[in-house]
Nanobody, 116 residues
């Protein structure tokens, strides 16, 4: 199995910004749609943004207009720019394939905490 590696989380005040990075090395990621997911304590893991191999993004309604997903295929990287952060954005953020594949496991994620 291959595992994406997320980074860039931290503690930020309401209204602040963070940029998350995901290193997705492995042939199974090449040419496939990727996504960012998040899981708050006691809740299920939900997708917040996805991006096709060609760079077409989609967003959950809760983050539209505030988050921007991007990717650099040459560097095997996926990014999530998060602006105007709210307390409800507090969660562990993960990246992975949009369509789950048993050859890809979940990484450790990166914690984002938004304080009010």
């Amino acid at each position: 199995q291959v595992q994406p590696v997320e980074s860039g989380g931290g503690l930020v005040q309401v209204g602040g910004s963070l940029r998350l990075s995901c290193a997705a090395f492995g042939s199974i990621f090449n040419g496939r749609a990727m996504a960012w997911y998040r899981q708050a304590p006691g809740k299920q893991r939900d997708m917040v943004a996805s991006i096709t191999a060609g760079g077409w993004p989609t967003y959950a309604d809760s983050v539209k207009g505030r988050f921007t997903i991007s990717r650099d295929n040459a560097k095997n990287m996926v990014y999530l720019q998060m602006n105007s952060l709210k307390p409800e954005d507090t969660a562990v953020y993960y990246c992975n394939l949009l369509s789950q594949d048993p050859r890809s496991s979940w990484g450790q994620g990166t914690q984002v905490t938004v304080s009010s």
